[in-house]
């Protein structure tokens, strides 16, 4: 029983040690990327990493990167979603609809997109898992651009669109860690 409770204790402080490493990578990570890149804030990057699961043991900028995905992938399928409810509003105004409409086949496509992002991110095709999220972002922005073509338009998506625009940012700003070796 003893040397199970010693076991015990080593494996929580080797995790303890192991978890306080990966804040330390997150805050740099998202200090660097914050720096480089205006379109991503400190706070957002953070709380962003720090909020999903097991991003606190991150041992190294791959799994980091892993983990980011997994946020867009996340916000692009909870933004689709949301859409799909919008629509379901029949007092919606026809411009409105049809920008919901626009921003659904987008969200559709980032959906696709995302999952191959992520499989050549598995097998470090860098350069093409950039060219997918690059398109995550575009859909965001195209998106976000529909709704302000009409005057006097409030878009319902402008959080979630940037939202998804942002983290697609901290996604590339690892991918491009990672491509310059």
């Known amino acids: 029983m003893r040397t199970f409770l010693s076991f015990s204790l080593l494996f929580l402080s080797l995790l303890a040690f192991s978890c306080a490493s990966g804040q330390t990578l997150i805050q740099d990570t998202c200090k660097a990327c914050s720096e480089q890149d205006s379109n991503v804030n400190l706070t957002f990057c953070a709380t962003s990493l720090e909020a999903a699961p097991d991003s606190g043991c991150a041992s190294d900028l791959p799994g980091l990167g892993m983990i980011s995905m997994g946020l867009v992938r996340r916000n692009v399928t909870s933004t689709r979603f949301n859409i799909k409810q919008l629509l379901k509003n029949k007092q919606l105004d026809p411009y409105v609809r049809q920008c919901l409409i626009d921003c659904f086949d987008l969200y559709s496509d980032a959906t696709l997109s995302i999952k191959e992002a992520m499989k050549h991110y ?31 338009v409030i878009s319902p998506l402008t959080k979630r669109n940037n939202d998804t625009f942002e983290l697609s940012a901290m996604t590339l700003f690892m991918i491009h860690i990672l491509q310059s070796g």
């Open 122 to 152: 598995k097998f470090k095709r860098y350069i093409d898992a950039n060219f997918a999220i690059s398109s995550i972002m575009d859909a965001s922005t195209t998106c976000e651009q529909g709704f302000q073509e009409k005057s006097g």
